[in-house]
T-cell receptor, first 115, second 115 residues
């Protein structure tokens, strides 16, 4: 049973570029959440997708956008990259949105470095 | 705004010592509480969770946590640590029901165990 998988593992970009990160949820899960983890910090919630729609959003600018596909996989897009976007981006999957008792399972993350 | 505070940034213990990591949250309503662990080079894993009922919850690998509502605390404990417990520990909260699945994480506590 595959867990949450993310690709790529590492990515190096320059300021102003755009990046797309990908996530496949754990088998049987239909909800995907994205988090940004800066060095030495806890993960910060970016947004959550359920039924191919963005359901919740954290305090991130519109440069951060996402998408969920019919197979529940998801993409995180970041436009006009800034140095401060350098971080570990985590994807978490769960079953169903709308209940606080969902257990989220995390992927290993994508390490993004912006030069 | 909701927040989670972990007061110890780095804790260093010898093997067999007892462990207590502090966690306080700021939210007056219903909360669901979690401790996640991130071993070196691995993804975030759920250690234990509290939804309701007995405020003393037991998790994997001998960890336990106590929810004290009056103190807004959810401290993590282990009577005797092992070298393999070296990791980063994150306290997290989901508040209420309307903001379902949006996890607020603390900044983490790095635990180093001396063999």
């Amino acid at each position: 049973d595959a867990g949450v998988t993310q690709s790529p593992t590492h990515l190096i970009k320059t300021r102003g570029q755009q990046v797309t990160l990908r996530c496949s949820p754990k088998s049987g899960h239909d909800t995907v959440s994205w988090y940004q983890q800066a060095l030495g910090q806890g993960p910060q919630f970016i947004f959550q997708y359920y039924e191919e729609e963005e359901r919740q959003r954290g305090n991130f600018p519109d440069r951060f956008s996402g998408h969920q596909f019919p197979n529940y996989s998801s993409e995180l897009n970041v436009n006009a990259l800034l140095l401060g976007d350098s971080a570990l981006y985590l994807c978490a999957s769960s079953l169903g949105a709308g209940t606080a008792k969902n257990i989220q399972y995390f992927g290993a993350g994508t390490r993004l470095s912006v030069l | 705004a909701q927040s989670v505070s972990q007061h110890n940034h780095h804790v260093i213990l010898s093997e067999a010592a007892s462990l207590e990591l502090g966690c306080n949250y700021s939210y007056g309503g219903t909360v669901n509480l979690f401790w996640y662990v991130q071993y070196p080079g691995q993804h975030l894993q759920l250690l234990l969770k509290y939804f309701s009922g007995d405020p003393l919850v037991k998790g994997i690998k001998g960890f336990e946590a106590e929810f004290i509502k009056s103190k807004f605390s959810f401290n993590l404990r282990k009577p005797s640590v092992q070298w393999s417990d070296t990791a980063e520990y994150f306290c997290a909260v989901i508040s209420g029901y309307s903001s379902a699945s949006k996890i607020i994480f603390g900044s983490g506590t790095r635990l180093s165990i001396r063999p």
